[in-house]
């Protein structure tokens, strides 16, 4: 097994060189709210940069003009403070009614922001240490389906997110199509998202959830409705059986070891929900929320060392030997 | 000598000056040696102790500082694990906010206010000295922990759940729920006092409008310490006893509630602040006067800034909670109440450029300072203004934009004003002047590393980089920036160095200063540098808000009080006139042996409920033997 670790353990190293597709900027922005937050912020950070400017001109003319030497300090000309007197009062006047333009301006863009429509699709997103479980809803129970750290959703509908935390607070951002929002336990939250444009927006959590809060990423695919409605399907479906020897050998150790304790494979005795559904893992562009491009290679390496790659995070090393790590993650690189 | 001349009731008036400077020196010194220095209740020992033990936290946390900036220089860089990533951006903020910012800006008070008021120590110097030992036990008990790795890894701010019982193993949010206590009854004592010193102690003749802006600034404070702190003592208590004893305060499985904590928190969150803040308004306010040499323009107006701050600081917490789910509507009124805050911060920039106007500038280290506030604070300032709207707010919340806001508003806000004011006031503290060609360097270092460092910050936060990340990926854009600011954290960490050897080698072999310096007009300046024990030889008496630029021949004096024992003059309210002469407590070992007693007492209940129950017996005897009648007179009119 040490074997295998090692000659595996380059990988990780190059994985990240494969790059990565995903924007996560609040200046890069594909969605209805992001779009209008972005105006709102260039908007605000022009008018404080003016705000600023004449600031400083007013400091830099107060001390380069030619002064009066003054032996004695006390003595104060009465004119000049009248004029200081109005132009005091002239600049805080001004402060207040750029305040209160921002204050009026933040109050209605808050308000365009949470307008929610009706055929809105529910998408239910719990955050965990230090993964994301995302719930699809279908039109009937046996619809619904489970996934993790990969959300898709179709292009110019409006998403109604269903934020729960079920450890502790994380919070949800995709700052290319919108706003953050808390995942807090004991107090469900909600966030509008709408993706203008078809693209892969990569998110990470917000707020600081332990160990590994750096590694806390995820990615929402926006697509055209054909392409969702096809991936949803997809989804749905339990996990294919393997075809070939060594994917089903793999199989077999998934099931008899403590993976399926914890993850589930639909249409297996894999059932654990403490974990990441790994029905469709295959399928999902990143493994480990966000941390390297799914590859058999990828995952042969996080099975062999996850306390390496991500220090702290909940899966255990589970003792395998070289063809059992090659088999299990031949198995899981199939589940499509 | 003169015990010959002075008996029992012997009064100043009745001695020639060299006399009573003799006699006062008999009554007030704190004697040489090692028991005389732990029982010492001089609140400029006391003050001194305070500044270079906040300072040598400033530098702990500056080295915390640098660490993290190695480790985020490069992605995915292995120099600095999560665990120990995670206690030290913990420690970083706790350091700076609990044990230098506030601590260090009332230790310049407890050396400043008595002598600015011209009284001779301050108020309840006992609690004083208690005060400052506890203090120095809080810090220890953090970075003694830290170094056991032990350290809290909660963040400063220790939200539950991630703090509580269910997540937050071992002793480690304990730790830090408990320096909380240590910090906060420190800072509740150092309030109490300056609040009775200000109002009680004031020499005759200073009347509210001749308060100097420094003390002005510090009464705010000291109210704001007194209201906002007891919040954090609750939410730091509540969360102790949810780990220690099993209560549900914050849990939501049994009826407890997680948002509560954020409420507490940012209640007493928010204010913290403006009272690392409002000393440093204070100190500008200061500064500006003798290097303008103009009477600060539009004094009252500063005052009511002052206040306003004061009282709008408590209604601004739930900015801090935007992205919480609250409900709209309610987060608009924070957002209101967090714009409002612009006004007094405009009035008290617009008084300062004011009195610079119509001033005449004198270049020194103290006035580049003051100049380099104005440019950074402004900056942070407007950038509150930003993360005060909610939907702004929704983008830049908990990323590296914040990080760039407060540490503008922190450092450019509040450091700025205090090396100024340390520039300013050494003179004062040791008797000899700092480098002044040092000190231009010390401030284009701190000045230019600061903006180089902090300013990409904001561009980083709108890149998308969360804050208290340990680590990010090769794929994201920052690494440029990263490594551009880590970069330029050395200069600024130069900077720092710099003025640290300056301060230490003009300790010893600076210029000697005399007793003015600057030509300042308060009072501390009416007395030698550094000043003698007894402060004043006798009571100043004023007339006008600058006292030393209104008489320059000679101060006004009072006389009268007793040279045989510590004697003050107790003032009236309003008018600051003359009331009582006020016995003022001598030099006593029982506030350390309070301080160590409530020290094993509060570490020992980190481990178990039954310290609280057996641990306070030694308190009671301690406060006892503190609180001895002492069948003397406390006050004689």
Known sequence: ?336 | MTESVIGPDTRDAELERPLVDAALENTWATASGFWSALATVDHKIIGRRYILTAFAFLALGGVLAILMRLQLARPEARLIGPDRYNQIFTMHGANMMFLFAVPVMEAMAVYLVPLMVGTRNIAFPRLNAFSYWIYLAGGLLLWVSFVLDMGPDVGWFAYVPLSGPQYGAGKRADIWAQMITFTELSALAVAVEIVVTVFKQRAPGMTLDRIPLFVWSMLVTAFLVILAMPSIMVASTSLILDRLVGTHFFNPAEGGDVLLWQHLFWFFGHPEVYIIFLPAVGMVSTLIVTFARRPVFGYLALVMALIATGILSFGLWVHHMFVTGLPRLGESFFTASSMAIAIPAGVQIFCWIATLWDGKPVWKTPLLFVIGFIFTFVIGGLSGVMVASVPFDAQVHDTYFVVAHFHYVLIGGSVFPLIGGIYYWFPKITGRMMSEPVGHWVFGLIFIGFNLTFFPMHILGLQGMPRRIYTYQPDMPWHGLNLFVSASAAVLAAGFLLFFIDALRSARAGLPAGANPWDAPTLEWATSSPPPSFNFARIPVVYGAYPLWEQREALSVADGLRVDRRELVVTSLVAAEPEARESSPRNSIWPLWAAITTTVMLIWSIFSPWAVVWGSIPVAIALIGWFWPKRVPEDEA
């Open chain 1, 1 to 336: 097994m040490i074997a295998a670790v090692k000659r595996l353990s380059f990988l990780p190293a190059l994985l990240p060189l494969a790059g990565c597709g995903g924007w996560q900027s609040a200046m890069d922005v594909h969605g209805t709210s992001a779009i209008s937050l972005k105006q709102l912020i260039i908007l605000v950070v022009a008018t404080c940069s003016v705000v600023w400017m004449l600031v400083m001109i007013a400091l830099i003319r107060a001390l380069t003009r030619s002064h009066a030497s003054r032996l004695t300090p006390t003595v104060v000309d009465r004119g000049m403070a009248r004029r200081m007197a109005i132009a005091v009062i002239v600049a805080v006047a001004a402060t207040v009614m750029v305040i209160t333009g921002f204050t009026v301006g933040s109050f209605f863009s808050t308000r365009a922001l949470s307008a929610a429509g009706a055929d809105d699709l529910t998408i239910k997103v719990s955050g965990l240490q230090w993964w994301w479980n995302v719930q699809y809803f279908g039109a009937t129970p046996d619809q619904n389906f489970v996934t993790a750290n990969e959300i898709h959703i179709p292009v110019g509908r409006t998403i109604r997110f269903q934020l729960e935390g079920d450890d502790v607070i994380h919070s949800f951002w995709v700052p290319s199509l919108a706003g953050k929002q808390d995942l807090i336990p004991g107090r469900p939250n909600e966030l509008s998202v709408r993706a203008e444009r078809a693209g892969m927006y990569r998110g990470q959590c917000a707020e600081f959830c332990g160990l590994q809060h750096a590694h806390m990423a995820f990615f929402v695919i926006a697509e055209s409705q054909a392409e969702f409605d096809k991936w949803a399907d997809a989804q749905r479906r339990p996990a294919t059986q393997p075809t070939d020897a060594e994917a089903a050998a793999g199989q077999q150790i998934f099931l008899s070891k403590p993976c399926a304790a914890c993850h589930a494979v639909r249409g297996t005795k894999a059932t654990g929900t403490s974990a990441p559904d790994l029905t469709h893992v295959g399928s999902r562009k990143y493994i480990g929320a966000g941390l390297f491009e799914t590859t058999r290679g990828s995952l042969a390496a996080w099975i062999a060392d996850p306390q390496t790659l991500k220090p702290g995070n909940n899966m255990p090393l589970v003792p395998l030997s070289r063809e059992e790590l090659l088999s299990v993650s031949a198995y899981l690189a199939s589940l499509k």
